[in-house]
């Protein structure tokens, strides 16, 4: 039974461009969260997709915008990326029908802007 | 607005000492307490979890923790460590009436030295 997966793993852009990142969710959830951990801090919240809408959004710009497909895989968009956008990107997953539970995690984007 | 705090950036211990990391959150009502780790490479990894009833919580690989609403915290213990249990340490707080995000503190890395 597969996890949640993320890809790519990592990547480098330059300031000023766009970036999509993928995730798949582990097997039997509907819920995908994304996470953005900053070197040295813990994770932060960037939103929620569940039932292809976004359910509930942390403070992170209109820049960051993301998705949810039939398959419950999700992308999260980063448009006009700054400097300060280099982090590891999480993605979790969990539910079942939406319900709240344990979270799990994938391995992480790690992008860097430059 | 929710928050968590681990007051410790960084414990080195050796093998067979006993561990207490502090996690304090501020939120008033019902919430979900976590403590997830993250091994050197690896991703994310829940640890144990309180949602309800006993307020001491059993989690894996030894480790447990006590819930304290009147101090607001959810401290992590093992009686004695061990050079495998070197990573990261990350208290997560959720609050059902917010939504499900989970609001992480900034982390705590272990360092167990054999």
């Known amino acids: 039974d597969a996890g949640v997966t993320q890809s790519p793993t990592h990547l480098i852009k330059t300031r000023g461009q766009q970036v999509t990142l993928r995730c798949s969710p582990k097997s039997g959830h509907d819920t995908v969260s994304w996470y953005q951990q900053a070197l040295g801090q813990g994770p932060q919240f960037i939103f929620q997709y569940y039932e292809e809408e976004e359910r509930q959004r942390g403070n992170f710009p209109d820049r960051f915008s993301g998705h949810q497909f039939p398959n419950y895989s999700s992308e999260l968009n980063v448009n006009a990326l700054l400097l300060g956008d280099s982090a590891l990107y999480l993605c979790?997953?969990?539910?079942?029908?939406?319900?709240?539970?344990?979270?799990?995690f994938g391995q992480g984007t790690r992008l860097t802007v430059v | 607005a929710q928050s968590v705090s681990q007051h410790n950036h960084h414990v080195i211990l050796s093998e067979a000492a006993s561990l207490e990391l502090g996690c304090n959150y501020s939120?008033?009502?019902?919430?979900?307490l976590f403590w997830y780790v993250q091994y050197p490479g690896q991703h994310l990894q829940l640890l144990l979890k309180y949602f309800s009833g006993d307020p001491l919580v059993k989690g894996i690989k030894g480790f447990e923790a006590e819930f304290i609403k009147s101090k607001f915290s959810f401290n992590l213990r093992k009686p004695s460590v061990q050079w495998s249990d070197t990573a990261e340490y990350f208290c997560?707080?959720?609050?059902?009436?917010?939504?499900?995000?989970?609001?992480f503190g900034k982390g705590t890395t272990l360092s167990v030295s054999s």
């Open positions: 979790a997953s969990s539910g079942g029908q939406g319900r709240f539970g344990e979270a799990f």
């Open positions: 939120y008033g009502g019902t919430v979900n």
């Open positions: 997560a707080v959720n609050a059902p009436q917010a939504g499900t995000a989970l609001i």
